[in-house]
């Protein structure tokens, strides 16, 4: 199995996207670990699903 490059780490305050290729992280800090999201960005990495996602994500913030 290759290594992903994107993973969820836990920080304080819930969980941020590390970007393995980039070394940096990617979007916003999640409360909940964003597991469909990861999944999409590491597998087939549909841009309308991804936004979608991260919408979904935006609106649990509040």
Same mark, same amino acid.
């Given at each position: 199995?290759? +290594? =992903? +490059?994107?993973?969820? =780490? @836990?920080?304080? %305050? @819930?969980?941020?996207?590390?970007?393995?290729? %980039? &070394?940096?992280?990617? @979007?916003?800090? #999640?409360?909940?670990?964003?597991?469909? /999201?990861?999944?999409?960005?590491? %597998?087939?990495?549909? $841009?309308? &699903?991804?936004? /979608? /996602? /991260?919408?979904? #994500?935006?609106? $649990?913030? &509040?």
């Amino acid at each position: 199995m290759s +290594r =992903r +490059r994107y993973v969820a =780490r @836990g920080v304080p %305050g @819930g969980y941020r996207i590390w970007d393995n290729r %980039g &070394r940096r992280w990617w @979007g916003d800090l #999640y409360e909940l670990c964003p597991d469909d /999201l990861l999944a999409e960005l590491n %597998g087939e990495a549909d $841009q309308p &699903r991804i936004t /979608l /996602l /991260l919408k979904h #994500y935006r609106v $649990q913030k &509040r």
